[in-house]
């Protein structure tokens, strides 16, 4: 039998080729050659059909031929080419029964008995069990309900534990920290695994977007790896995770910022106390030639010794150029020289989340952890607990996901076919005597074959808005326990005239924001959407109007357009 495998192998790699055997897996090659050489196989006609229809669909899907017809050209030269070396056995004879046979002689002549159909006829529910429905129901809603609480209290817990960042005058010169690596991590909420035993490297200067779907566990991970939750990150990293504007108080937008340099200001307030401690005693000193200490203690060296430590602190830190450079990063973020003088509870919660940005940029941490970024230069993609690197922008992910989607669907439906061709071959000579060592050759080659997994598809989202006039009836919006879709199922069941939405896709994945998009478009009411989301806009609404200088008028354009007038 060995032989007669090797001989085969040997055929198949004359017909196919080296360089087309060597591309595909070394066990679909394996069976390939097995099949042919089985003692029992049936070659038919020597123009190969009985190759084809074992082996035509196998051979297409892994590439081994280009096409049906060349499939079919392949086979009639492996029968020639087996048939010289004697593979090829001609088929014998049929012999004819010299008379007819009852295929049912000798067998009783009874009818077999019908099976009996039983039909259940449920008896209608009382008052007392559809209550006990009802109680067990709203059971139910009440523990969905405290589990929700019990994530936010968790999300809660996690954000208070966030290590405090601020301006770190340490590192002289910039960060020594460049690539960062963790290795075979897991991120875990409250008992459900997120991500699950994954590696992934940030390469020093890159931009990375990490998108998936609403509860995959993205803002979960950022925490984690905020918190230095994750073996592989540094301890000296600085780590900065900006996802809540800052709070509204008296405090102004340029002094806002420039808290974030804990060490100047503090050193500024240090030199402000020293000073009037000097006044002070200067003062008492003209009054009383004999005072030269004050209430605490300190003489005037010892001020002026310290005064002199902190001037030369602060011009080591270049704290003479801190307000300039933060009143730069918020002149970046359309803050003018009035608007960066306003307390920040006279912003509204988008310019506070600008404030928090520029706060992040002033710190210039080693890593900046973004909700929502408009601008990288790689995808990490976060699907299935697992984390997919893809160079370039959203749109080049796009494409490339989509050839891996494909490739992986192909792959996936060859292995299948290549495992469903040896199984059924050991399914149906697992007890015969004679093919013993041709089964256990299937079940090593079946076990050595990859495993290639299936294309997982998303669930597709769907936002239905319905007018007063359309009957009432159920409906259903994925992940109810987002803050936003909750909004959207209270939009449902109130049916109203016209939509008042505000930011509506905050907090919504790319995929939620399409389907919001394509509910928008088939809605019959109005809409009024505050939003500075471009994609939305251009794809739901009809007309854009602008506030301006505390008017509200129409714009005579395009959302490119708008921006474009903008920047000039």
Same mark, same amino acid.
Not at 182 to 193: K, Y
Not at 222 to 229: E, F, G, I, S
């Given at each position: 039998m060995a032989a007669l495998v090797a001989t085969s192998m040997g055929v198949v790699r004359e017909v196919l080729g080296d360089s087309v055997v060597d591309e595909v897996d070394e066990p679909i090659v394996d069976y390939i050659a097995n099949v042919l050489a089985d003692q029992d196989f049936d070659f038919g006609p020597p123009d190969g059909h009985g190759i084809f229809d074992a082996l035509g669909e196998l051979l297409i899907d892994a590439r081994c031929v280009y096409d049906r017809e060349h499939c079919l050209e392949v086979c009639a030269k492996l029968c020639e080419k087996l048939g010289s070396h004697g593979i090829v056995k001609p088929k014998q004879a049929v012999r004819?029964?010299?008379?007819?046979?009852?295929?049912?002689?000798?067998?009783? *002549? *009874? @009818?077999?008995? @019908?099976?009996? *159909? !039983? +039909?259940?006829?449920?008896?209608?529910?009382?008052?007392?069990?559809?209550? @006990?429905? *009802?109680?067990?129901?709203?059971?139910? &809603?009440?523990?969905? #309900?405290?589990? !929700?609480?019990?994530?936010?209290?968790?999300? #809660?817990?996690?954000?208070?534990?966030?290590?405090?960042? !601020? /301006?770190?005058?340490?590192? /002289?010169?910039?960060?020594?920290?460049? &690539?960062?690596?963790?290795?075979?991590?897991?991120?875990? /909420?409250?008992?459900? &695994?997120?991500?699950?035993?994954?590696?992934?490297?940030?390469?020093?200067?890159?931009? !990375?977007?990490?998108?998936?779907?609403?509860?995959?566990?993205?803002?979960?991970?950022?925490?984690?790896?905020?918190?230095?939750?994750? &073996?592989? +990150?540094?301890?000296?990293?600085?780590?900065?995770? /900006?996802e809540q504007e800052v709070t509204g108080d008296d405090t102004t937008a340029l002094q806002c910022v420039l808290n974030a340099d804990v060490e100047r200001v503090q050193l500024m307030q240090e030199e402000a106390r020293l000073g009037q401690q000097l006044k002070d005693l200067e003062d008492e000193t003209e009054s009383n030639q004999s005072v030269d200490k004050i209430k605490d203690g300190l003489d005037k060296d010892a001020i002026g010794k310290r005064l002199e430590e902190i001037y030369k602190r602060l011009e080591y830190i270049d704290a003479d150029a801190a307000e300039a450079r933060a009143a730069s990063i918020l002149a970046g973020l359309s803050f003018t020289p009035e608007m960066q003088l306003k307390n920040t509870k006279a912003f509204s919660g988008g310019w506070r989340m600008r404030i928090a940005l520029a706060r992040a940029l002033f710190i210039e941490p080693d890593l900046l952890l973004l909700d929502e970024p408009t601008v990288v230069t790689d995808i990490l993609h976060l699907h299935g607990k697992k984390l997919h690197a893809y160079k370039g922008d959203y749109d080049t992910f796009e494409r490339t996901r989509e050839e891996h989607l494909k490739n992986q669907m192909k792959a996936f439906e060859t292995n299948e076919k290549a495992r469903g061709h040896m199984q059924e071959f050991i399914d149906k000579f697992r007890y015969n005597a004679k093919r013993a060592l041709l089964v256990q050759s299937r079940i090593k080659a079946l076990e050595r074959m990859e495993h290639v997994d299936a294309v997982v598809s998303d669930p597709d989202y769907k936002f239905e808005f319905p007018t007063p006039e359309d009957r009432p009836g159920p409906q259903s919006l994925a992940s109810g326990g987002q803050k936003s879709r909750v909004a959207f199922a209270k939009i449902t069941f109130k049916k109203p005239h016209i939509i008042l939405l505000d930011e509506p896709s905050n907090h919504l994945d790319l995929d939620a924001v399409e389907a919001l998009i394509q509910g928008l478009l088939i809605f019959q009411g109005g809409v009024l959407m505050v939003s500075h989301d471009e994609h939305l806009i251009t794809g739901s609404v009809d007309e854009l109007w602008a506030v301006t200088d505390g008017k509200v008028g129409p714009f005579r354009g395009t959302f490119k357009e708008y921006k474009k007038m903008l920047t000039t």
């Open positions: 004819s029964l010299a008379a007819p046979l009852r295929m049912n002689a000798g067998m009783e *002549e *009874e @009818k077999a008995p @019908k099976k009996t *159909e !039983y +039909i259940f006829d449920a008896p209608p529910l009382s008052s007392r069990d559809k209550a @006990k429905i *009802e109680r067990n129901k709203r059971k139910e &809603d009440r523990q969905r #309900e405290a589990q !929700y609480e019990m994530h936010v209290a968790e999300m #809660e817990a996690l954000r208070a534990g966030m290590p405090p960042v !601020y /301006v770190n005058h340490s590192n /002289v010169g910039g960060s020594t920290i460049r &690539d960062i690596h963790m290795q075979n991590f897991s991120v875990t /909420v409250g008992g459900r &695994d997120l991500i699950q035993d994954q590696t992934l490297t940030l390469a020093f200067g890159r931009h !990375y977007g990490l998108i998936g779907r609403n509860g995959t566990g993205k803002t979960s991970l950022l925490r984690a790896m905020a918190q230095h939750a994750i &073996d592989g +990150i540094p301890r000296n990293c600085q780590i900065l995770h /900006v």
